[in-house]
């Protein structure tokens, strides 16, 4: 079984900056990417970025130029450094995790909440 736990949301104001981190431990082989996705209140869960084994990245458009994914392979840890916070951005985020092509987990999510 695969864990992963986030950490690093909070309250921040508006052009503001938040790193989110998350760890994954258990029975993992052959990870594809980590990456974070987010649920703004009263909307659907949408994707924010992913960062494959190798190191490539992919951000949606709306956090491009202010969200820098990264990752540690040793630690199967991936990061989210998000500068430049908008009220927008405010919701909770998902650590998510695939693994040997179609092995998908799932963190309990951590809220960041951007004040205008």
């Known amino acids: 079984q695969v864990q992963l736990v986030e950490s690093g949301g909070g309250l921040v104001q508006a052009g503001g900056s938040l790193r989110l981190s998350c760890a994954a431990s258990g029975s993992i082989f052959s990870i594809d990417f980590m990456g974070w996705y987010r649920r703004a209140p009263g909307k659907q869960r949408e994707f924010v970025a992913t960062v494959t084994s190798s190191g490539i990245t992919n951000y949606a458009d709306s956090v491009k130029g202010r969200f820098t994914i990264s990752r540690a392979n040793a630690e199967n840890t991936v990061y989210l450094q998000m500068n430049s916070l908008k009220p927008e951005d405010t919701g909770v985020y998902f650590c998510?995790?695939?693994?040997?092509?179609?092995?998908?987990?799932w963190g309990q999510g951590t809220q960041v909440t951007v004040s205008s």
């Open positions: 998510n995790l695939l693994a040997a092509g179609s092995l998908n987990y």
